[in-house]
Every structure is written in structure tokens, then in C-alpha cells.
């Protein structure tokens, strides 16, 4: 079974919906299995993004990633990348499909409430990054 790796954003957790983008994942068939709220150190968010490093919008990716608590999920499923990128919508608000997470709850393309993994290699970085193999089950 595919696992692939969420993030709801300081943005929508500041808005209070998280509960609204859980059931997003868990009505189009994913399981969760891990979730946790956590606040991101600089660093923790540094290494997260370190694949965008040299983009100019980096340092305002880092600051917003800590801006506030996120809550990290691990979501199972049949092609569980795929669907959650499919869910989440264009990285842009502006430019994601209506019904789509980021169409519904996104104001901006730095604020766009959501994170998912974009490969299946990432998705086994990421979740490594942020759970320990007894938290998922
Ligand atoms: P994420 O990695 O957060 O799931 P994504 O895969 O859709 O989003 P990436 O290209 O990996 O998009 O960019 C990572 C994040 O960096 C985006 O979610 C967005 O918040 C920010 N970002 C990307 N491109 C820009 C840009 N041109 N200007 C400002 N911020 C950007
Ligand atoms: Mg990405």
C-alpha cells in the first residue's frame, strides 16, 4: 500500500480547518496513518525545503513554514501521492481546479495550505523525516 506524506499549513491551521482537510483525504478513500500538530523550528524547515535553497521565494517559504503550528500526517492508500496532489490543487490557489483543497481554503501561493509529497522516493524521505516507524499504524 502507497504512503505518501501531508502537510496542513500554518495558514489552515490558523483558520481551524484541519478537521475540513482530514475529511478531504479520508472521503476520497486515504488513510491516515499518523497525524501530529507540531511547531517547526528554522532548522527543522531549512531541511525540509533544502531542495529549494537557491529559489528566491525560500527564505519566505522558511518563515512562513514556522509561522505558526502544522499538522503532519502520513496518508495511506491506492496511489496515495497521486490522489492527495490531485486533491490539493495547483501549488497557485489561483490556478487549482474548484473542489480542490487549495481552490477552497488557500488565499496565496505562499499561503497555500497544503503540503504533499511529489514523488514516491520524497514521500519516503518525508515521512522519515518526521515520524518514527512505531507512530505509523
Ligand atoms: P509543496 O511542496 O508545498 O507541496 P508544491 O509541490 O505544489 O508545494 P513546490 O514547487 O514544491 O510546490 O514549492 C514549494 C512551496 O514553495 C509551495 O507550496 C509554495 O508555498 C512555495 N512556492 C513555490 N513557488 C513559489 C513562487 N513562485 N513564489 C512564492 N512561493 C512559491
Ligand atoms: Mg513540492
Redesign the pocket.
Known sequence: MEQTLSIIKPDAVAKNVVGKILDRFESAGLRIAATKKIQLSKADAQAF?AV?NQRP?FN??VEFMISGPVVVSVLEGENAMAKNRELMGA?NPQEAEPGTIRADFADS??A?A???S?SLENAKIEIDFFFAQRELC
Do not use: A, K
Open positions: 525545503y529549494h521565494f519566505d517559504l501549488t501561493i505562499d497555500n497544503v503540503h504533499g511529489d
